[in-house]
Structures are given as C-alpha cells and as structure tokens.
C-alpha cells in the first residue's frame, strides 16, 4: 500500500530516522573514494556518495561536499592544491571505504587508518587507491557554496584515468559490474549490481 508523507510528519521523526528516510529516497548513487593531500603532504582520503557526471568535452566531474565544519579536509585540500582524484572501489573494500567516514584528525592518513594503499604517480601530485580498478584524477576549476544548507560543489576537470582493460567494451563503455564495483543507497548501505540491458540511442 502506497502511502503520502508530508515534510510536516518527517520534521516530527527523529533526525536520523529522516536523514535514512531523506538519503535513500533518491535512490541508488555512486560509490567512491576522494583522495586529496593538505599543504604537508599528508594523504587524506573520504567517501562520497554525491559525484555526478556533468559533461564529456571538457570531462567534468562535480561532487558536493558537506558543510565545512562537518567535513572540512577533502574542500580545504582541495582549495590549497587544486588536485585530488577519485576512485571506484569493489564489495573487498566496503568496510575499509566505510570507515573513511570517521571524523580523524587531520594529520592522520585514512590510507593509513584503514589499510587502503596509496599509490603513487609521477603524472599525479596525489594518490590513488591502489585497490582500486577505476581511478581519475582531477584540477580544480570551480567551487559553488549552496547557500540553502552550507554545502559546496566542487567542480573538477578530468586529467588522466586509470582502468582494468578487461571492463572496457569496443564502444568506450566500461562494465563496472564485471568488477563488482559497489554503488550506495542512503547513508551506510552498499551494492552490487548486475546488468540488465543495454539500448540503442532513443530516436523519435
């Protein structure tokens, strides 16, 4: 049975049965890690559930980033560097991805923390996740402040990619499902999805 919830009734739930309730309700997002370094070089890495697809030519990647004081290192190193990269783990990584959300210090490494391995390029001033077989790395072009809830959009320009061939089909499609990569719902669930179907471009 169909039911209608009005933002009247949520407001009287307790805010993190609304926050799941809010979270979920937009359905099934992607899954990555963000990897950035401060101004000491010192690797920082954070899981974002909100990073979207905005254009090809140029490729442009937008995420939003939290409010500040909630979530302050990936926007900050972001800001004083300029680079960062983004980076699709598999369900071998769900927890260690999970427990990047945890608040630490700002002089510890989640790489660190959660036995993730950064791994290293000349091409790149920051890390990728090593266990990762889909990664990119970025430059800054924009941040947006959303005034209506404190957060930011970080708009970022696609540089280089690093990609298991065996997901890449002859048209430039990668199979992210031939490597389980993970996708989320909501706040702390994660996924795995299988292909159903693919169709031809949609003409009237």
Do not use: C
């Amino acid at each position: 049975m169909m039911r209608h919830f009005t933002m009247e009734e949520l407001q009287t739930w307790d805010r993190f049965t609304r926050a799941h309730f809010i979270n979920s309700m937009s359905g099934f997002k992607s899954a990555s890690l963000v990897a950035t370094v401060n101004q000491q070089g010192v690797p920082n890495l954070a899981i974002f559930s909100n990073i979207v697809h905005l254009g090809a030519d140029p490729a442009l990647i937008g995420l939003v980033n939290r409010p500040r004081e909630a979530a302050p290192h990936t926007i900050a190193n972001i800001e004083a560097t300029g680079v960062y990269t983004i980076n699709l783990f598999t369900k071998e990584q769900i927890k260690a991805a999970h427990q990047t959300s945890a608040k630490y210090a700002a002089g510890v490494s989640e790489f660190e923390a959660t036995g993730l391995t950064p791994e290293w390029h000349s091409s790149s001033k920051v890390p990728f996740v090593k266990e990762s077989p889909v990664k990119y790395a970025l430059n800054l072009k924009e941040i947006i402040p959303i005034q209506w809830n404190r957060t930011f959009f970080i708009i970022g320009e696609v540089q280089h990619v690093i990609a298991d061939e065996t997901l890449l089909q002859p048209d430039g499609f990668l199979a992210l499902e031939q490597q389980s990569i993970v996708t989320s719902l909501g706040i702390d669930a994660y996924y795995t999805t299988q292909a159903e179907q693919r169709l031809p471009y949609a003409k009237v």
